[in-house]
């Protein structure tokens, strides 16, 4: 069983918000901050079938054996009952076994279903949730085509 390959729980952050909001670039210092002596992963959800997002962290993973970078392509990880995320999640833990997870939902994704497939059963064996990051554009707040977003709400 993959439980017995990772190491358990791997300390989780999912780090959320709005399109165009700077969640990668968020990413991408806290893997420059990242210990020396720690393995980390990162997962990060494409809503298009190419992958834009994990293609900017290429530079930082490709000399380097302490970040694994994996993508699920095609949509809101939470939507179509999340099977991609799962499979693409449990294959990342299971090769990279790392010290610490970054989860990257889309920018179109509803951190509430993402929590709740993060809290289910099996998760919470292998996986401790440690901070959400939802990043917000103050300049949206008080735009009414954000406000009147649902995916936006959530995400507030």
């Given at each position: 069983m993959i439980e017995?390959?990772?190491?358990?729980?791997?300390?989780?952050?999912?780090?959320?918000?709005?399109?165009?909001?700077?969640k990668t670039t968020a990413i991408?210092?806290?893997?420059?901050n990242k210990p020396n002596e720690e393995h980390w992963a990162v997962l990060v959800n494409e809503f298009?079938?190419?992958?834009?997002?994990?293609?900017?962290?290429?530079?930082?993973?490709?000399?380097?054996?302490?970040i694994t970078i994996s993508q699920?392509?095609?949509g809101c990880m939470c939507c179509s009952n999340g099977l991609p995320f799962q499979m693409a999640l449990s294959v990342l833990l299971?090769?990279?076994?790392?010290?610490r997870l970054l989860i990257e939902p889309t920018g179109l994704g509803h951190p509430i279903e993402v929590l709740s497939m993060l809290?289910?059963?099996?998760?919470?064996e292998v996986l401790d949730i440690y901070a959400t990051l939802s990043?917000?554009?103050?300049?949206?707040?008080?735009?009414?085509r954000y406000t009147s977003n649902?995916?936006?709400n959530q995400q507030l």
């Amino acid at each position: 069983m993959i439980e017995n390959k990772i190491k358990n729980p791997v300390p989780t952050n999912i780090i959320t918000g709005f399109l165009g909001v700077g969640k990668t670039t968020a990413i991408r210092n806290l893997l420059s901050n990242k210990p020396n002596e720690e393995h980390w992963a990162v997962l990060v959800n494409e809503f298009g079938e190419i992958g834009i997002d994990g293609n900017l962290f290429s530079d930082r993973t490709g000399s380097q054996s302490d970040i694994t970078i994996s993508q699920v392509p095609g949509g809101c990880m939470c939507c179509s009952n999340g099977l991609p995320f799962q499979m693409a999640l449990s294959v990342l833990l299971a090769k990279s076994k790392p010290d610490r997870l970054l989860i990257e939902p889309t920018g179109l994704g509803h951190p509430i279903e993402v929590l709740s497939m993060l809290s289910r059963n099996y998760y919470r064996e292998v996986l401790d949730i440690y901070a959400t990051l939802s990043l917000v554009d103050a300049r949206k707040v008080t735009d009414s085509r954000y406000t009147s977003n649902d995916t936006f709400n959530q995400q507030l």
